[in-house]
T-cell receptor, first 116, second 111 residues
Framework: GAVVSQHPSWVICKSGTSVKIECRSLDFQATTMFWYRQFPKQSLMLMATSNEGSKATYEQGVEKDKFLINHASLTLSTLTVTSAHPEDSSFYIC????????????FGPGTRLTVL | RKEVEQDPGPFNVPEGATVAFNCTYSNSASQSFFWYRQDCRKEPKLLMS???SGNEDGRFTAQLNRASQYISLLIRDSKLSDSATYLC????????????FGTGTQLKVEL
């Protein structure tokens, strides 16, 4: 149980394009999902908390107009990187929270984004 | 002081060794604690939740020391396949459901 999928696995795109990443909880419902970014040899940095049916909560320094989050259902959250630039190249990972029993987070396999 | 701190390592240990990592956290009211394992270029995978009374899962033992504000992970009889980066994660008090991650401790198990 507690499987989270994420698509696509990797994306290479030109500067200025927008990229959409999907995160799905496959065998449980997740009212809360999280989006992280990880640069090489660095730790996970939380970008935003995605709440089903309401607006996402962004961490300080994360532009909400650049990183659009939609949590349309209890099993799907999407992150759209708008007008991507090379500095947005990173490993983007989502997680979904399983409330019971211990409020654990389970991660998707991640999306490696390379912006040329 | 960082909210969650770990020694980055690497810890190079021979196969069969016992190795332990600590992770300190700054907020004494933190509520939940976890150990994750992350392989190179992969996502973190939940290894263990850390309970107040400590818990054991096979070769892995996790402990929580609230007085000194740290959690530990002990790996007995290390295997080559244990080589990875081990991340601790803390649900900080007042942080809602967010987890704050340490930078990870790299373990290399060698023949």
């Amino acid at each position: 149980g507690a499987v989270v999928s994420q698509h696509p696995s990797w994306v290479i795109c030109k500067s200025g394009t927008s990229v959409k990443i999907e995160c799905r909880s496959l065998d449980f419902q997740a009212t809360t999902m999280f989006w992280y970014r990880q640069f090489p040899k660095q730790s996970l940095m939380l970008m935003a908390t995605s709440n089903e049916g309401s607006k996402a909560t962004y961490e300080q320094g994360v532009e909400k107009d650049k990183f659009l989050i939609n949590h349309a259902s209890l099993t799907l959250s999407t992150l759209t990187v708008t007008s991507a630039h090379p500095e947005d190249s990173s490993f983007y990972i989502c997680s979904a929270r399983l409330k019971v029993p211990y409020n654990e987070q389970f991660f998707g396999p991640g999306t490696r984004l390379t912006v040329l | 002081r960082k909210e969650v701190e770990q020694d980055p390592g690497p810890f190079n240990v021979p196969e069969g060794a016992t190795v332990a990592f600590n992770c300190t956290y700054s907020n004494s009211a933190s509520q939940s604690f976890f150990w994750y394992r992350q392989d190179c270029r992969k996502e973190p995978k939940l290894l263990m939740s850390v309970y107040s009374s400590g818990n054991e899962d096979g070769r892995f033992t996790a402990q929580l020391n609230r007085a000194s504000q740290y959690i530990s992970l002990l790996i007995r009889d290390s295997k080559l396949s244990d080589s990875a980066t081990y991340l601790c994660a803390v649900n900080m008090a007042g942080g809602g459901n967010k987890l704050t991650f340490g930078t990870g401790t790299q373990l290399k198990v060698e023949l």
